[in-house]
């Protein structure tokens, strides 16, 4: 059976982000992948409401879904998305990131927290592969959290980033197509794509570009001062998007370079075991709010003074 590979954007029409999914998509194609590719301008999505009542379930061991599943398009789209052997995302930056439209169809994924459903028995499990591709006008510079923000949307359903390009300087609709070095790496992530697809799930690993990013462990380019964490666990430094802690160390050539530490991989978002741990800290930090009547009662009187406190509106 052909192996599944979908296209999702937000780009515009014919523009850059759809351009270059495409080049890559049809390397897939070419390579015998059964291919789909949506463009979320055509669906229309909500943003959660926040109302956790898909967690709430899961920790009860249901799998209740989400409030919205009838409301808009999030569900049709996840149905076709989570079959797949790997998904291609591609959007434009703006304001350093991706679209807002993006991160609304990221953020909607709660409800299908692979892990936590895993553990309830409510699905198999899936080994899926991802590329991104994000497309601005600017260099890094101006587009410093695109592929960062787009990282973190991929824990959720535990997709498994083996290449991302940042293409840069593309402000015009369809640029790209002028630069060919970006449309052969366009076709490049095709390729990889295919090449995880076709090795064992425990064999895949990174094939983007050797030196992509701050961050050995995902090539994230964000790093963060640590701080001591929940549990007391206090990295100098941590990737800002997948987790892992170490120090920053010089090497012979005056360059600096991000270790992991020997721990460094405890919180590591992009394993399920580094997930547990979320989970473990959420366990704790909301078990000790929601399950205390005493802070309850607090919260209950101390919010009447908010409450009722009203500002003029527009
Ligand atoms: C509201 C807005 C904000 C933008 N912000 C950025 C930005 O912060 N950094 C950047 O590199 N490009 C920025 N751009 C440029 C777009 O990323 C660029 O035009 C890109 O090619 C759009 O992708 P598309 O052709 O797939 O729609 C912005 C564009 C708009 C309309």
Redesign the pocket.
């Known amino acids: 059976m052909a192996v599944k590979v979908m296209g999702i954007t937000c ?2 029409k014919n ?4 351009i270059l999914l495409k080049e890559a998509l049809m390397y897939c194609e070419e390579a015998g992948a059964d291919v789909t590719m949506i463009n979320l301008k055509d669906y229309h999505i909500e943003s959660c409401t926040g109302c956790t009542s898909c967690t709430k379930g899961m920790s009860q061991g249901k799998n209740t879904g989400c409030v919205l599943d009838e409301k808009d398009d999030k569900k049709k789209i996840m149905d076709v998305m989570l079959a797949q052997d790997a998904v291609i995302f591609s959007a ?5 990131m991706p679209t807002a439209e993006y991160l609304m169809f990221g953020q909607r994924s709660l409800s299908y927290e692979t892990s936590f459903l895993e553990t309830i028995g409510a699905i198999e499990h899936k080994d899926r592969i991802a590329g991104l591709i994000c ?4 260099t890094r510079a ?2 410093s959290m695109a592929l960062e923000a787009m990282q973190a949307t991929m824990f959720t359903t535990d997709m498994q980033v083996v290449d991302m390009i940042l293409a ?1 300087r ?6 790209c197509l002028l630069d060919e070095k970006l449309m052969a790496r366009a076709r490049k992530m095709g390729e990889n794509i295919m090449k995880a697809v076709n090795t064992p799930p425990e064999e895949r690993g990174w094939l983007g570009d050797e030196d992509m990013g701050w961050c050995p462990n995902c090539h994230s380019n964000a790093l963060v001062l640590g701080e001591p964490q929940w549990d007391g666990l206090h990295y100098p430094v941590e990737c800002q998007v997948c987790g892992a802690g170490g120090n920053l160390e010089q090497t012979e050539d005056g360059r600096w370079k991000f270790v992991i530490q020997e721990n460094g991989y405890l919180k590591d978002r992009t394993t399920v075991a580094g997930r547990a741990k979320h989970l473990e800290e959420i366990g704790q930090t909301q078990g000790g709010f929601y399950a205390d009547p005493e802070k309850q009662e607090l919260v209950k009187q101390r919010l009447e003074k908010y409450k009722n406190k009203q500002f003029k509106g527009i």
Do not use: C, F, M, V
């Open positions: 780009g515009r523009s850059n982000s759809e434009p930056t703006y304001d350093l497309a601005g006008g600017s101006w587009q840069t593309i402000p015009g609709r369809a640029q």
